[in-house]
C-alpha cells in the first residue's frame, strides 16, 4: 500500500509543474502543520512573488534567511539577503534594502573563502552602477559574479551575471556584442535551466535592450518567446504585465491600436494584482496610441502616470506638445532628455528630435541630430534604425529645399517601413514625398502620394495625421463635404443618437462596415469623437 502524497510533495510537485497557486496552497498548509525546511520556505517565497504576492514573498524569504542561519548554512542565509536586496529595492523600499545588503555583507566577512551568495550579492551593487550610467565598472563585477557562478555550477546566478554583461555592453554602445551575449543568456532560460524568477527578469531585460537598440525582428523574436512563457504559466502575475507591455509596443508599430490599447491595459490591470515593474510600459503605450488617434486628453493623463513611475515618457509626450503647437516645451523637454542619455537612449530619441528641432526652425540641430542618427552603429545597420534615418533625411532635405533628394529618401525609408509591417510609419514616408513631388512640379504624382497617405490614415484612425493631410492639399478649407455620400448617411444616423447595431439594420449593413464608416468621419473630419463629429456637422451644415 502506497503512502499519499504530503501537503509538501504536492507543493513541490505543484511548483514543478507550474501550477503556482496550487503550489502555494499546499506549501503554506504544509507550513501550518509542521513547518517547513528552509528551501522549501525559499521556494514559497518564489511562488508568492511569481504570484504577485510581494509583501508575503518578502516575509517568506525572511524566514529562510533566519532558518538557514540557524541550520549554520551561511551561504544560502546570505543568498536569501541578497535576493531581498533586490526585491526591496525593486520595490521601492531602499532603506530595509540596504539593511538586507550590510546583513549580507556580515555574514560573509565570517566565512573561510568565496561562494555563490558573494556573486548573488554582486548583482545589486552592479546593476546600480548600470542604472546610474557607470556600466563599465558595473561590467566588472558581473564578470566577477560570472566566475563565482561558474566555479558554484550556479546556473542562475551565471545567467544573471551574463544578463548584466551583455546589457552593459549594449549600454556602452557595444551593441551587436552585448546581443549575441544575451541571446545566449535566452537559450539557457528556453531550455529551462534556469529558475522562474530569474528567467523572467531576464526575458524582460533582453526586450528592454532589444527596445533600446532598434532590433524589431529581435524584439518580436523575444516577446513571442516570452508570451510563450508566460502563456505556460497562466496564474503567474510577476513578469506577464511586462510582457503585455512588449506586445503592446509592438501591436502599435504594425498599426492595430484597438488591439494594443486592448493589452496596455490589461498590463495595467497587472500592475494591479502585483506587476509594478509592468507600470510605465502600460500606461506610456496608452498614451502613444491615443496620441496617435488624437485623444490629447487621455494621452496626457497616460503619460503624466508613467512619469509617475519616475522614467520621462518620452518621446511621446514632446510629439504631443508638438502636436499641440508647444513647440518650445517639446524642444526644452527633448533637449533635457538628450543631456542625460547615454548613447543607446540617444538614438532612440534622435528621430523626434529631427522633427521637433525642424518644427522650431532650427535647422542646424535637426542637421545636427540626422548626422548622428546617421552614422552606422554595425556593418550593415537594423532595418528599423535605417528606417528612421532615412525618413529624418528626407524631413530634414526637404527643409533645405532639396526635393530630389529628400523623394529618394522618403522613398527609400517607405519600402523599408513597409517590409516592416508598419503602416503609420510609412504612409508618413508618403505625405514626405508628396511634398517632394509638388516642390518638383508633379502636381499629379504629390496628389496620389497624399491621397494614399490619407486612406491609410483614415484607416487606422490616425485623425491628426489625416488632418495634416487635408492641410496639406487645401481639402480642410474647401466649402464642400470631405465625406462620401455614405458617410454622411451614416453622420446623419450618428448625429441622431444610434448606435452601430441600429444604423447597420437601417442602411442595410454590417456592424463591422458600419465602424469602418464612422472610423473614416472622424478621421476625415479630424475630430475624436461621435458627439465631436455631430457638432461639426451641424457647424457646417452637413446635416440637417
Known sequence: MSVPDTDLDLGRSAFHERRWRDALECLTRADSEGGLPPQDIELAASVAMLLGLNTQSIEYLARAHDEFLTMGDIDSAA????????????MGEPA?????????KHLLEGMPGPCAAEGYLLIPAALGLLRSGAPEVGQGLFSRALELGTTFDDKDLQAMARLGIGTSHVSLGQVEEGLEL??????????????????????????????????VRRAHEWTAALERWCGDRPDMVMFSGQCQAYRAELLILHGAWEEALAVARAAEGRVRKGDPD??????????EVFRLQGFVEEATKAYATAAGTGFEPVPGIALLELAEHKTAQAQATLRRAMAGADSINRRRLLPTVVEVELAAGDMAAARFALNELSEPTHEDGRPLELAMAAHAAAQVLLAEAQPQAALRESRRAWRIWYSLEAPYEAARC??????????????????????????EFADLGATPAVAEVLELTGEKNKGGSPLTERELEVLRLVAGGHANRTIARELYLSEKTVARHVSNILSKLAVPSRSAATGYAFEHGLIR
Request: aromatic share 8%; hydrophobic share 50%; with cysteine.
Open 430 to 455: 508618403r505625405v514626405l514625398a508628396g511634398r517632394a513631388c509638388a516642390l518638383l512640379g508633379d502636381p499629379d504624382s504629390a496628389a496620389m502620394e497624399f491621397e494614399a497617405a490619407k486612406a
Open 278 to 287: 509592468a507600470t510605465f510600459g502600460s500606461w506610456y503605450q496608452q498614451g
Open 182 to 215: 544575451l541571446d545566449e543568456v535566452m537559450v539557457s532560460v528556453t531550455a529551462g535551466e534556469v529558475s522562474p524568477i530569474p528567467a523572467g527578469i531576464i526575458f524582460c531585460a533582453v526586450l528592454g535592450s532589444c527596445r533600446l537598440s532598434n532590433d
Open 79 to 90: 543568498r536569501c539577503a541578497a535576493w531581498l536586496v533586490m526585491f526591496l529595492k525593486d
Open 96 to 104: 530595509r534594502g540596504n539593511g538586507w545588503l550590510s546583513r549580507a
